[in-house]
C-alpha cells in the first residue's frame, strides 16, 4: 500500500487538478484561440512556479547549453501539445482528450524501440502495444460514418506522440538536478517565448469572457504550476508508484467530469476505448513494475503514463 491517508488524499487531489485540465482548456476555447490558450496557460505556470523557486531558493539556469536544451524540451512538452490539444478539443470532447493523453507510454515504446533503448519487449508489452492502439481505434471508430476520428482527434494523438519525443529527449539532455522547480519554470518561460512567436498565425483574435478567463487561470495556475509541485513531493515522499497511480486516474477524471459538467456522451465504445487503453498502459509498464528505482524527482511528469496537461 503506498503512503497513508495524507498520501491517497494528496494523489486525488493531483488527479482531480490534472484531469480536470481537459475540462478547462474545453471551457478557455469559448473565448480564446488554441494559441492564444497555450501562451496564457505557459505565462502562468511559469510565473507561479518561479514563485515557487524563489521561496525554495532554487535559482534559474545560467549556462547557454542548458537554455538552449530547454528550447527543445519546451517545444515538444509545452509549447506543442499544448497547442494541439487546444485544437483537438475545438472538435472532440475533453474526455476522449483525456484518454488520448493516456497513449503518451505508447508512443514512448515505440520511440524506444526506434532508437534501440528498449529491448527487452516481451510478449506482455508487445501485447500492451498493439492492444493500446486497438483501443484508440474503437474509440474513434473509423470504420463507422458517425465514428470521431477527424483532424482534431489526430491532434490529440500528435500531442501525444510530442509528449513521448519531450520525454525521450529530456531523459538524456535534461537530467534532474537540485533545482526541479526552477527548471520547468525556465521551461515553461522558453514555452511562453515560443507561442509568442506564433500569435500571428492565430487564426482568430482573443473574444474574452468570464468563463474563458477563469477556466485559462485555473488551468495555468493549477493544473500547469500548482500540479508540479504536487507531483514533485508526491514522487519525493511517497516514490515513483504513486506518481503513475495518479497517471491511471486522469482519463477517469477527464471522461467523468466531461460527462457530468459539459454534458458530453459517455458512450460505451468511449468508455470501452479507455478501459482498453488504461489495461494496454499496465502491460507496456510490465517489466518497470518488477524493478523500481528509486526517483527523487518530477522531471518527468505522470506526462510519461498519462501528462498535462
Same mark, same amino acid.
Given at each position: 500500500?503506498?503512503?497513508?491517508?495524507?498520501?491517497?488524499?494528496?494523489m486525488?487531489?493531483?488527479?482531480?487538478?490534472w484531469?480536470?485540465?481537459?475540462?478547462?482548456?474545453?471551457?478557455?476555447?469559448?473565448?480564446l484561440?488554441?494559441?492564444?490558450?497555450t501562451?496564457?496557460?505557459c505565462?502562468?505556470?511559469?510565473?507561479?512556479?518561479l514563485?515557487?523557486?524563489?521561496?525554495?531558493?532554487?535559482?534559474?539556469?545560467?549556462?547557454?547549453?542548458?537554455?538552449?536544451?530547454?528550447?527543445?524540451?519546451?517545444?515538444?512538452?509545452n509549447?506543442?501539445?499544448?497547442?494541439?490539444?487546444?485544437?483537438?478539443?475545438?472538435?472532440?470532447?475533453?474526455g476522449v482528450?483525456?484518454?488520448?493523453?493516456?497513449?503518451?507510454? $505508447?508512443?514512448?515504446?515505440l520511440?524506444?524501440? +526506434?532508437?534501440? !533503448?528498449?529491448?527487452? @519487449?516481451? *510478449?506482455a508489452?508487445?501485447? /500492451? %502495444?498493439?492492444?493500446?492502439?486497438?483501443?484508440?481505434?474503437?474509440?474513434?471508430?473509423?470504420?463507422?460514418?458517425?465514428?470521431?476520428?477527424?483532424?482534431?482527434?489526430?491532434a490529440?494523438?500528435?500531442a501525444?506522440?510530442s509528449y513521448?519525443?519531450?520525454?525521450?529527449?529530456?531523459?538524456?539532455?535534461?537530467?534532474?538536478?537540485?533545482a526541479?522547480?526552477?527548471l520547468?519554470?525556465?521551461?515553461?518561460?522558453?514555452?511562453?517565448?515560443?507561442?509568442?512567436?506564433?500569435?500571428?498565425?492565430?487564426?482568430?483574435?482573443?473574444?474574452?469572457?468570464l468563463?474563458?478567463?477563469?477556466?485559462?487561470?485555473?488551468?495555468?495556475?493549477?493544473g500547469?504550476?500548482?500540479?508540479?509541485?504536487?507531483?514533485?513531493? $508526491?514522487?519525493?515522499?511517497?516514490?515513483?508508484t +504513486?506518481?503513475? !497511480?495518479?497517471?491511471? @486516474?486522469? *482519463?477517469v477524471?477527464?471522461? /467523468? %467530469?466531461?460527462?457530468?459538467?459539459?454534458?458530453?456522451?459517455?458512450?460505451?465504445?468511449v468508455?470501452?476505448?479507455?478501459?482498453i487503453?488504461?489495461?494496454a498502459?499496465?502491460?507496456?509498464?510490465?517489466?518497470?513494475?518488477r524493478?523500481?528505482?528509486?526517483v527523487?524527482?518530477?522531471?518527468?511528469?505522470?506526462?510519461?503514463?498519462?501528462t498535462?496537461?
Amino acid at each position: 500500500m503506498i503512503g497513508g491517508r495524507g498520501a491517497a488524499a494528496r494523489m486525488v487531489v493531483l488527479a482531480l487538478l490534472w484531469g480536470s485540465g481537459f475540462l478547462w482548456i474545453k471551457l478557455a476555447l469559448t473565448g480564446l484561440s488554441p494559441v492564444h490558450l497555450t501562451l496564457v496557460r505557459c505565462a502562468l505556470g511559469a510565473g507561479t512556479l518561479l514563485v515557487m523557486a524563489v521561496v525554495t531558493g532554487q535559482r534559474l539556469p545560467r549556462d547557454r547549453r542548458t537554455w538552449g536544451r530547454l528550447v527543445v524540451a519546451a517545444f515538444f512538452c509545452n509549447a506543442l501539445p499544448f497547442a494541439l490539444f487546444g485544437i483537438g478539443e475545438r472538435t472532440v470532447d475533453s474526455g476522449v482528450a483525456g484518454v488520448m493523453n493516456a497513449t503518451t507510454p $505508447l508512443w514512448s515504446l515505440l520511440i524506444g524501440v +526506434a532508437l534501440g !533503448t528498449e529491448r527487452r @519487449l516481451g *510478449p506482455a508489452r508487445l501485447a /500492451g %502495444l498493439a492492444l493500446g492502439f486497438g483501443g484508440v481505434l474503437v474509440i474513434f471508430a473509423p470504420w463507422e460514418q458517425a465514428g470521431l476520428l477527424s483532424a482534431g482527434a489526430l491532434a490529440l494523438l500528435g500531442a501525444g506522440l510530442s509528449y513521448a519525443i519531450a520525454f525521450a529527449y529530456m531523459a538524456r539532455k535534461l537530467p534532474p538536478d537540485g533545482a526541479p522547480l526552477a527548471l520547468s519554470a525556465a521551461q515553461l518561460m522558453t514555452a511562453t517565448a515560443l507561442t509568442a512567436v506564433a500569435l500571428p498565425v492565430a487564426s482568430t483574435a482573443p473574444h474574452l469572457t468570464l468563463t474563458a478567463v477563469v477556466a485559462v487561470t485555473i488551468l495555468g495556475v493549477f493544473g500547469t504550476g500548482i500540479t508540479f509541485y504536487l507531483n514533485y513531493r $508526491l514522487i519525493a515522499d511517497e516514490g515513483p508508484t +504513486a506518481a503513475a !497511480t495518479v497517471g491511471y @486516474l486522469l *482519463p477517469v477524471v477527464s471522461v /467523468g %467530469l466531461g460527462a457530468l459538467v459539459l454534458g458530453e456522451p459517455l458512450s460505451p465504445r468511449v468508455v470501452g476505448g479507455m478501459v482498453i487503453v488504461l489495461a494496454a498502459v499496465g502491460l507496456t509498464r510490465w517489466r518497470a513494475r518488477r524493478v523500481q528505482e528509486p526517483v527523487k524527482s518530477a522531471a518527468n511528469s505522470p506526462g510519461e503514463l498519462a501528462t498535462p496537461r
